[in-house]
């Protein structure tokens, strides 16, 4: 028979009241590891169906309809930057299309992440469950259309005839980048967000300030040089422009340079983890 | 040892006075120091939970039964004290966590299964057994907004009793559904009972906890005020709802 033991004090007045040895806290998350003997996957992907199923509900369309929306603004944009503003940029739909799909992961991913806790407020003040699962489930949900919209990009390469050559190796290094960087954001910001709801409309902004930003539309070579560290700086730009490198062009990233994004996304992730870890324990007295 | 043991826990919420309902007044209010109503929930509990036992917790609304509740399942963290548990355990705090009317029947207890963490092996069996003791087998891939509020919570309690942990942590949601359907459940209870599982039952069903519970606890102002045979303790409860009320507003179960 497994013992669980949680031991908790505060430097509260209660405390001496109660005349008890204060002094130490566990870690509540370690306690909710050894209490339930099940896996968590199985409910990761419950939640994150859920999601999927509702968002396509009442549509005749259903689940085309993610497939809809990437494309339409594609060809808007496509329409309008290389028919329109005549931006001289080779296989620029491929070039495109990939900028626009893993910055749409980026930002559906993020954005529900942040919203997660929130959204599963009524499971998660009722049930005891590791609370980063509802986050992961999030990322999942968003990573479902992401998948699709990878196949769309699939064809579109196809069809361009864009060959795919050893470089592309390159984007798995690439995707776990991306994805490690927009949940180490949701880890971090989504207890944040429980307490201040500013959190929110803040990354709305944000989301939509780096959509500009960030080098989708247009090539960091178009950017003038003094003005190039914001592109350095940016994570989600450096993942975009190197995955543009091996996946359109076929030419292998700087060594460094991939090195650098890596290093980059895991130490977000890494310090998303840890704040959400230090924040978890306590987030379910405010939802 | 004891399923549970609850040593000098205290809880207290701090509910901020927010009266701030212009732009002008919120822009001010950062200046000043906020100002909370300090909701002294638990004062000092101590209690003891044998295996096997089926306890019940009674008292007015606000008397901490349901923050004990939450304690227990480690869902609120303390503010001094232990909690000891031995064995697993299952909250059931509120029936049909995560049920969405867009989904079906099937799709729905797949979902609140996993919530309730059963393993993954056994989820389909689970799940059509719950159906099926919900006796809506006709209705398995019909949407949930199309069942009726019982047939509902019915679907709730049936997957909810499919857990086999060695506690049961219950809050109000005992005998829920038509007559016979409630029927079911109460028999479901003896048989938890013979089964030897340790459950909390939360109730103000007075006569649900004399006809189950062999310990009952009655909890006034956040302190176990007594504690023992049913009847006795729920005498004690009685005349506690006699005089006049006390200043202490009620705050959530």
Redesign the interface.
Known sequence: ??????????E?D??R????P?GWRRD?ST??RS?????Y???IL??A??DF??RY?HSVLGYTWSVINPVIFFVLYYVVFSIFMRFDIPKYPAFLLLSVVMYNFFSEGSAKGTGALLA?A??L?????PREVVVYAALLSAGLTFVINLAVLIGLLWFTGVDLGPPALCFIVLLVDLVALTLGMSLFLAPIYVRFRDIGYLWNIVLQVGFWVTPILYSELMIPERWRWIVWWNPIARIISDSRRVVVYGVWPGARGLLITTMYSLGICILGAAVFRRLQ??V??YL | MAAIEVRGVYKTFRIPHEVHTTLTERVLALFRSISYERFEALCGVDLRIEPGAFVGIIGRNGSGKSTLLKVMAGLLIPDAGTVRVSGSMCELLELGLGFSPELTVRENVTLYASILGYPRRQLAARVKQAIKFAELDRFRDAKLKNLSTGMCMRLGFATALQADSDILLLDEILAVGDAEFQQKCLGTFVELKQQRKTIVLVSHDLDQVRRFCDDVVLFDAGRVVARGAPEAVIERYLQLLVPSPSPRQAMGG
Do not use: C, P, Y
């Not at chain 1, 028979?1 to 505060?10: K, T, W």
């Not at chain 1, 209490?35 to 896996?39: A, C, E, L």
């Open positions: 028979m497994a013992i669980n033991e949680r031991q908790h004090s505060d509260r209660a405390l009241e109660a005349g008890l204060g509540d306690w909710l209490r339930r003997r099940s896996n996957g199985s409910l419950q939640f169906l859920k199923k509702i509900t599963r009524d499971v003040s009722k049930m005891v469950l324990a306590r379910v007295e």
